[in-house]
């Protein structure tokens, strides 16, 4: 028992109850696997999870275990996920376990102290906690952290010198650069050429290649389509990359890591840092987080690993699925002991015959090795709890696709009228990718059944709708840019700001408020504008450097006094606030340039996200947030909470304050289209989807088999049976023979094997009924493993459905506990239930100006109260001054 089990028993005098009463009384009952991988205690845990296993529990009940039945420190559990999201849950729910035992025994728990979030929250914590892995308790400053977007705009940025380092003219780099990807056709695209060497970079980082190492063995080693002066410039362009990063004081993900982990290696006691180190969706990890966690558990041994490898997904962001099925035997080489291995195989999320299905799909590939002696593959046998013999898997008749997707069309239109479930959301379309005709045929069957889908990620997110009518009358206020440069992507774009501006227009006609809203915000652009060239009219007249200090005494009534200056800019410049700050700065030795103060003088007391919350008061959109509520359609407000999100990066990353010397030449509205839109335009939706994106009431989603990783639906439609194998990614062409670790599984069968398990992903998320769209006709295909089970005489048709045999979905509670906020949920619904809809539900992102607006605000106020009061006192001083002289 530890001493902080002990001493928490000490002050309460209780003990808990068995675990077994604690699962009685949250109606939990385990299974025998669930059973003993929960009360596992000591030593690596091999966790293999199929689909609908109930992992999540299991990891929740075993970490209660820990904490609660032997005394380990929260602090003491490293628990990582694949997303934020997947933490936040898996802590609420041990807040409210941890709460129960609470009730028993009077003892308390505190969680803020454990290690809880994915790899890189985890990293980026690690590189900051002074006292665990910094002997000295000092550490250097961490860099700022560039996202997958903030990667991108940082090599656009950073371009000239990147490609300076390696020796190639800016003008001529994008089309050498795309060369080494496609020899036969280089494109021009620095677009692509950036993504091009993002995938590159990331996947050196993760794999912690060394450019000097691999230049020694570069001649010995066997390229394949690339020559060695491919791989020269790549890795010139690499240490230019990273020579950006360290001058610029940022970081990327997959660096992040290895500065982490560069820190475990330099600390002695980094193994016996942590007791429990716990991993889930460990399928999905790479080389250097698979470093990172065998370091952290070398002391203790302490490393559970959860995973499925049938639902590996993520190669392409570097994840290499052999971290999981190889993990008994690297847990010999780095920790010299066998792993305990559990298999969690009940199923409790879908029929018996999906789970049979998705069984007898995967058995469709051959997973051995080619000499037969070893298997790319877990062995695992899956079973329902769920036992009926009524259909739960059908098929579409074999037909052209316009006329299966009616036919889906028309019976999921008898789901929802017969009761079969109960919302719209609850029945998902899922597709290897959105951005397919297949797609655009089965929205288009749908909304003639009066069905409305929900599909951002379908085609590019700033193509819908609510984006278009909000960037519209961006457009109007700020001024439309001038867009140069050739190409499609280029001519897609300018049509794109065609299209929101002749939206825009048709808002501003119909609304005559709106389109005061409008001029007026035109008009305080233009009086920033205005304001600005008056006072550097000043300036240049009197011959001051903008950069010199600001001197209330010689300069603030000079532009005070300037012909033309707006009340506004007056009423600025006279800020006595804005006084004592100056004269306190100045004092400090920090004094504020003339610059500055010309710019605040004419900066807008709103910016983007403010601007989007005034528009939403405006009758288009405030009908939107009124349908969410009245008629449960939550798809347009969803989009808005998106739109927020990109606003809030661009006002975090780009512009913070509008101030007039952006809006010369139409620099603002330049850099807000042509660079941060454009970006977001020419990226689309493939690289960018997030797996924590809301899907609202009222409408069918439509997802990215990606995108239903992890989730349930009680009848999902598998819209595209076929993906088609182009070999093994260039990227791991490339990277292959800079390894050093043996060879993972064969190039020539690893899209085979990603493919198959994409689409097991697909067939898992089932409850009640999986549908499939058997395609037949000219040009259509379905993946190999599909063939023989489509083929079955036995497989149920659509049109032979029972539609009442069917189960009724009904709206389930979480298995995990939730905790509820007084203060972020309870008091905030209870002022305004609207706003907890908005922000806690859409994930809309407040506007952080908006206090400060206020804070403003109350204090021009107060100033002018002030004011007021002091020329009442005057005026009072001067009348009874006057009434003395009279009397006299």
Known sequence: MSNFSDHLRIITGNTPPPIERLWAVMKFTPNDAQREAILHVNGPLYLTAGPGSGKTRVLLWRTLNLIVYHGVEPEKIFLSTFTEKAAKQLVDGLRALLGLVTNFTGQPYDLSGMYVGTVHSLCRRLLTD??????????????????????????????????????????????????????????????????????????????????????ARIDALSW????????????????????????????????????????????????????????????????????????????????????????????????????????????????????????????????????????????????????????????????????????AVVATAPSPPEVACQEIAVFVRRLLDEGKVENANQIAFLYPSLKSRQVERMKEALEAQGLQVYAPRAGRFLEVDEALDVFGIYLLIFGRPSLRG????????????????????????????????????????????????????????????????????????????????????????????????????????????LNYAIRRATSLDWNFLDLFYRLMGFEHFKAMFDRAERFGDEGPVANLGLITQYLQRFTDERVSIITANLLENGKLSAIFFNSYLFALFRLGESEWENPEDPFPRGRIPFLTIHQAKGLEFPVVVLGNLYKRDRGAPQIERLIRPMLTRPDGEPLDRMTEFDIARMFYVALSRAQNLLILAHFRGPGQHVSPPFRPLLSDPSLPRLRDIDISTLPEARLRESEIPKVYSFTADYLLYKKCPRQYMIFRKFGFVPSRSQTMFFGSLVHRTLEDLHHELIRRRKLAANTHQEGEKRDA
């Open 130 to 215: 002074r006292r665990r892995f910094f002997a000295d308790r000092h550490r250097p400053r961490p860099p700022a952290l560039l996202d997958d977007l903030g990667q991108y705009f940082h090599l656009n940025s950073a371009w000239e010198q990147i490609v300076t380092f390696a020796g190639l003219h800016p003008l001529d780099a994008a089309e050498e650069i795309n060369a080494i990807f496609n020899s036969q056709h280089p494109s021009l695209s620095r677009h692509r050429a950036i993504e091009n060497l993002r995938r590159a970079f990331n996947r050196f980082s993760e794999e912690l290649l060394d450019p000097k190492e691999i230049r």
């Open 224 to 391: 394949g389509e690339f020559s060695h002066g491919d791989i020269e410039l790549l890795l010139n362009l690499y240490e230019g990359y990273r020579k950006t990063l360290e001058d610029g004081l940022v970081t990327d993900f997959a660096l992040l890591q290895q500065e982490a982990y560069q820190v475990l290696e330099s600390f002695p006691g980094s193994g016996e840092v942590f007791e429990h180190i716990i991993v889930d969706e460990y399928q999905d990890t790479n080389t250097i987080q698979e470093r990172i966690f065998f370091k952290l558990a070398s002391g203790t041994k302490n490393l559970c690993v959860v995973g499925d490898d049938d639902q590996a997904l993520y190669r392409f962001r570097g994840a290499t699925v052999e971290n999981f099925v190889q993990f008994p035997q690297r847990c010999q080489t780095y920790l010299g002991v066998e792993p305990r291995q559990i298999t969690l195989n009940i199923n409790y999320r879908s029929r018996s015959q999906i789970v049979n299905f998705y069984g007898r799909f995967m058995a469709q590939v051959d997973w051995h090795s080619d000499d037969g002696a070893s298997t790319y593959r877990v062995d695992k046998e899956i079973h329902a709890h769920r036992s009926d013999a009524l259909p």
């Open 486 to 593: 050739m190409g499609r992507d280029v001519e897609d774009f300018r049509q794109w700001l065609n299209t929101i501006e002749a939206r825009a227009e048709q808002l501003r006609h119909a609304d005559p408020r709106l389109a005061q809203f409008i001029h007026d915000r035109q008009a305080e652009v233009q009086r920033a504008h205005s304001d600005y060239a008056t006072l550097l009219s000043v300036v240049s007249r009197h011959h001051w450097d903008l950069e010199a200090p600001y001197n209330i005494k010689r300069m603030k009534r000079a532009l005070y006094n300037a012909p033309g200056l707006s009340e506004t800019g007056k009423r600025l410049l006279a800020s006595a606030y804005f006084d004592r700050i100056v004269q306190k700065r100045a004092q400090e030795g920090r004094p504020l340039s």
